[in-house]
């Protein structure tokens, strides 16, 4: 029987355990302990997307006008008073900057960055400069903390960037200054890579191949609930030093409670840690209340069920396996162009919420965060019906349609944009949770994290431009709008080289995922793949 197939037969219902898969069936497939792992790492994933856009609300803009000792302010074209020129006095006409401070509106907040440190005017393009430094510690976390996981394990790595993430948004809560919020804030994003990955790798390699699709639906339902307990959060902690406190505490609870956690046993055998994938397993067995099944295992078992061979050609993989086939090469940069332009065009939508002026700002980022939870359940569904290829092309290419048709949209008529934009974040958000299940099933086990750490790293790089971008509509509103739909469509065309991963088996070497590669190369051609094509570049 050739491996392949026996994989096949392995991850099937009430087949003989010879692969990982089969293992995990032996011990129960989805049970207590999956689900109690599972909802162990819901607590964090809850409020993941909380601390990427929490800076709608801690560095919101109040109405802000310059401190004068007079009675009279000048005013702009609009007809308001000017934000960043005062008089010099009552009986002049002659304007200077605010060298006295500015006052705020603070109806809706008691305090933000922005009201703490003055970054209004001259200063104001540090407000998205904030945002930018903390997508930039997720682009950095994403890559630093795939690689180590592969190296030291999954579950070492998953703690430590709890750790990281709750003690650093303690750090930045109690910045004295905005430099150190910024680094704070950086630090604090790269931990929070790290809790995505780690905590995504851990469940799905715990998972059997039938609940992979559900499971990583549930976890991007999850992240988009964030956006949900962010706006509720931020109506009652009005005070950004207490809202970013209380946005870390979950973080600390999740490390407290997750100790006792098993290492992946994917990573365990792959990394030839028997004995340590013999407990793991055995753990999970009486968990499962499959205790019989446990105590047949043992170390020799497990080196029959997964060859030396295998083992040899997977225990020395590392990151530059990506780039010496080209099969690995190819998939690797259609994934993280795919990833970028889904997440430029989400963050460009999930941001800057006072571009609906007149509109309650708690209430929009309900709207914002809702939107995205009929979206998510639905790419499932869709994968397991449709398949994974078609579920995220249609997701990207609706949504980039609707990101172009707001910009003939006339300012007057805001719903009507703001509508569209809505519809629009909520396909982006579908595409993204598909290119994360897309991507988590195409790597091998050796290096999956690796992959999916250097994906997400330029992934969030669209994340950290898109304030930027945005800045840039202040020149020109069409801009931002167009950029980022022509990105969504072009990342939409790219899905056509990746293979269909629905209903198959996690590779766990690299030659399986080559493997797969050059037989969806070969459809698409609809002629034999050369084998010339599996020589190293």
Not at 298 to 325: H, P
Request: charged share 15%.
């Amino acid at each position: 029987m050739g491996r392949d197939r026996g994989l096949r037969e392995a991850e099937g219902p009430g087949k003989s355990p010879q692969s990982l898969g089969g293992l995990l069936v032996q011990v129960g497939g989805w049970g207590r302990f999956q689900m109690v792992h599972l909802a162990i790492v819901t607590v964090p994933f809850a409020f993941v997307a909380t601390h990427s856009f929490l800076q709608n609300f801690t560095a919101s803009i109040p109405e802000h006008h310059c401190r004068s000792p007079g009675e009279r302010w000048p005013v702009d074209a609009q007809g308001r008073r000017e934000r960043c020129l005062r008089f010099r006095g009552n009986a002049t006409n002659e304007t200077e900057t605010c060298v006295e401070g500015w006052l705020y509106n603070l109806s809706t907040v008691q305090s933000t960055i922005v009201t703490e440190w003055d970054l209004v005017c001259s200063l104001k393009s540090l407000h998205g400069v904030a945002q930018s430094v903390y997508m930039a510690g997720v682009f950095l976390g994403a890559v630093v903390f795939g690689g180590l996981a592969d190296r030291l394990g999954r579950r070492a790595v998953f703690l430590w960037c709890l750790l990281q993430v709750a003690s650093l948004s303690t750090g930045a809560s109690l910045a004295p200054s905005f430099p150190i919020y910024c680094v704070c804030r950086c630090l604090c994003g790269s931990g929070m890579s790290g809790v995505v990955l780690n905590g995504l790798g851990l469940v799905l390699e715990w998972t059997p191949p039938s609940r992979r699709a559900a499971v990583s639906g549930f976890l991007s339902v999850v992240l988009s609930l964030g956006q949900l307990n962010l706006a509720f959060l931020a109506f009652g902690l009005r005070h950004w030093r207490h809202l970013q406190l209380v946005a870390g505490a979950p973080f600390a609870l999740c490390f407290l409670c997750s100790w006792w956690l098993p290492e992946s046993v994917r990573w365990l055998m792959v990394r030839r840690h028997l004995p340590g994938a013999l407990r793991a397993l055995r753990l999970v067995a009486g968990i499962n209340r499959m205790p019989t099944a446990g105590i047949q295992l043992s170390v020799e078992m497990l080196e029959s069920d997964y060859s030396q061979e295998e083992a040899g050609r997977t225990q020395g993989s590392s990151a530059l396996d990506l780039f010496r086939s080209r099969e690995m090469l190819v998939l690797l940069a259609c994934i993280m162009c795919i990833w970028f332009s889904a997440s430029l065009s989400l963050y460009s939508l999930a941001l800057n919420l006072q571009r609906f002026p007149g509109e309650n700002p708690y209430l929009v980022q309900i709207i914002l965060g809702v939107i995205d939870i009929p979206f998510r359940l639905l790419v499932p569904k869709l994968a397991n019906c449709l398949g994974r290829k078609l579920t995220l092309v249609s997701c990207l290419m609706l949504g980039a349609g609707l990101v172009l048709g707001t910009t003939p949209v006339p300012q007057e008529l805001g719903r009507l944009r703001m509508g569209l934009s809505v519809l629009a974040k909520g396909l982006m958000s579908a595409s993204l949770s598909c290119t994360v299940l897309l991507a988590s099933e195409l790597f091998p086990t050796s290096i999956r994290l690796t992959g999916l750490g250097i994906t997400n790293m330029v992934g969030h790089l669209g994340g950290a431009v898109a304030p930027l971008v945005l800045l840039a509509g202040t020149a020109n509103a069409l801009l931002p709008p167009l950029l980022f739909g022509i990105i969504a469509l072009a990342g939409g065309f790219l899905v056509v080289f990746l293979p269909e991963t629905k209903g198959l088996p996690l590779p766990d070497t690299l030659e399986q995922a080559q493997s797969q590669v050059r037989r969806c190369w070969s459809r698409l051609l609809r002629t034999p793949w050369p084998g010339a094509l599996q020589t190293k570049l």
